[in-house]
């Protein structure tokens, strides 16, 4: 593929070792880094991921702030350098529609700018910015975010379901499946059985992915 030029990576953690297969394949080319969540209107930061980069750093960096926008690391204890990431500038979209509970938790005005509280963990080294996780139970799987309560939620809502809880199984930071683990209300013989009425419930309430 001679036409090809750039790699570029966004909404998922970008390992190392995907960064030097490519290189190694494709010695002519750029892989780029991006980070921004929607409700910052997608990139807020970005990177050319050189040689440099790869043997100065263990982990891969999300960027440097795009122009315009500034990101805050809001820190629960100061000794630690990270923190909840905080994005701020004229990007940040206005709010979730018709969710006020959700905006007076993550919007908010900063020196007169609107302001997200992303729920991303990160910290700067270098003036670059890294990626450490979430502070609550969203996940991203192939590019989307999921929220674990509201698989567990939905789950709940069959006639024969008790309890129920989603998590994450990982490999490192990435997220490989999400696995439930159920409490019936009453003990059945026909686990499989309940399994086939299981799926076509969700897929009726929860997004395909």
């Keep these: 593929l001679p036409a090809l030029h750039s790699f570029l990576f966004m909404g998922e953690e970008l390992p190392g070792r995907?960064?030097?297969?490519?290189k190694n394949s494709f010695k002519n080319t750029r892989v780029l880094n991006a980070y921004g969540p929607t409700e910052a209107?997608?990139?807020?930061?970005?990177?050319?991921i050189t040689e440099d980069?790869?043997?100065?750093?263990?982990?891969?960096p999300i960027g440097y702030p795009m122009p315009g926008s500034e990101l805050?690391?809001?820190?629960?204890?100061?000794?630690?350098?990270?923190?909840?990431?905080?994005?701020?500038?004229?990007?940040?979209s206005v709010g979730y529609f018709k969710n006020e509970e959700l905006n007076r938790n993550k919007f908010f005005v900063?020196?007169?700018k609107r302001a997200f509280r992303t729920g991303d963990i990160a910290y700067y080294e270098d003036d670059l910015l890294f990626y450490l996780g979430r502070n609550d139970d969203q996940i991203k799987m192939h590019g989307?975010?999921?929220e674990l309560n509201e698989?567990?939620?939905i789950i709940c809502k069959h006639n024969l379901v008790k309890d129920a809880v989603a998590v994450p199984l990982k490999r490192g930071n990435e997220v490989k499946k999400i696995i439930a683990f159920i409490i019936l209300k009453d003990q059945i013989e026909e686990k499989d059985e309940f399994k086939k009425q299981l799926f076509p419930f969700l897929e009726k309430l929860l997004p395909y992915y």
């Design 53 to 60: 980069l790869l043997k100065t750093y263990t982990s891969t």
């Design 151 to 153: 698989i567990a939620n």
């Design 18 to 22: 995907t960064i030097t297969v490519l």
């Design 41 to 48: 209107t997608i990139v807020t930061t970005f990177v050319n």
């Design 110 to 112: 900063h020196y007169g």
């Design 72 to 92: 805050l690391i809001d820190k629960t204890n100061p000794d630690e350098k990270q923190g909840e990431l905080i994005i701020v500038g004229n990007h940040v």
């Design 144 to 146: 989307y975010r999921i």
